[in-house]
Every structure is written in structure tokens, then in C-alpha cells.
């Protein structure tokens, strides 16, 4: 079926992604609560942990999509919800950005092509599919 394979490989690298950035996440917050144990003081520590706390919830929801993904790939009539959990991602995607450049980043638009990608593809190859049973 069209976008089958795409949908595959794309949640696949989603699971793995979100596996690997769970295990990031956490290991960010715990880095900064024992920066701040030993700085002895919170303060300014703040939107480091709003932007670890994104990326361990943006993480997790990638798994989740991941799954869905991998299921629509043997149940096309669920290629309709994976659409709304890209569009998600893609969206989680942004505010990353959007947090990094208020934590005195530099916008990159290769940093937001690159992050766009995976979520853009996996939208994609769930279109294919919900098109081709649409037919």
C-alpha cells in the first residue's frame, strides 16, 4: 500500500528517537536539580526545566506515535490518527525552538528544517495511506 514503507521507517526512528530522548530528558532534570542542590539556589533554573520537561513529555509522545505508526501500518484505517499525532509533534517541534531562542539560542533554519523532517515525513507516508483507502 503507498506510504506503508514510509509510515514504517518513520515511526520506527520515532520509537528509537523518543526512546533515546526519554532517557535524555530525565537525565537533564536530574543534572539540573543537582545543579541547583548544589548551587543553593533555584533561581534561573527555571526555563531549564520547562525546556527539560518538553522534551521529556515531546519525547514520550513521539514513542506513542511511534506505536500508533507501526499499528497503522497493518490497520490503515488508523493512518487518520497518526496525521493528528505528527501534526503534535511537529507543533512540540516548534515550541522547542521557540524555547531555545528565549533561552538565548540562535535561530537556525536548518535546525528547524531538520526538526520538521522526521514529523513532516511521518505525515506524509499516514496521507499516502489514508488517500490510498480513501480511493
Known amino acids: 500500500m ?3 514503507k514510509l509510515l514504517k521507517v518513520t515511526s520506527i526512528l520515532m520509537i528509537i528517537g523518543g526512546v533515546i530522548a526519554v532517557i ?3 537525565l537533564a532534570i536530574l543534572g ?3 545543579l541547583a542542590a548544589l548551587s543553593g539556589s533555584t533561581e534561573g533554573f527555571g526555563l531549564l ?4 520537561g518538553l522534551v521529556t513529555v515531546a519525547s514520550i509522545i513521539q514513542f506513542i506515535a511511534g506505536i500508533k505508526g507501526i499499528g497503522a501500518c497493518s490497520d490503515p484505517q488508523k493512518a487518520a490518527s497518526c496525521i493528528k499525532w505528527g501534526i503534535v509533534i511537529a507543533v512540540l517541534a516548534i515550541i522547542s525552538i521557540i524555547i531555545g531562542i528565549v533561552g538565548g539560542g540562535k535561530f537556525s533554519i536548518t ?3 531538520l526538526n520538521l523532517l522526521l514529523p513532516g515525513l511521518y505525515i506524509y507516508g499516514a496521507m499516502q ?3 490510498a483507502i480513501g480511493v
Open 2 to 4: 503507498k506510504g506503508q
Open 24 to 26: 535524555a530528558g530525565v
Open 32 to 34: 539540573i536539580s543537582a
Open 49 to 52: 526545566y520547562v525546556s527539560s
Open 111 to 113: 535546525s528547524l528544517v
Open 129 to 131: 495511506m489514508k488517500n
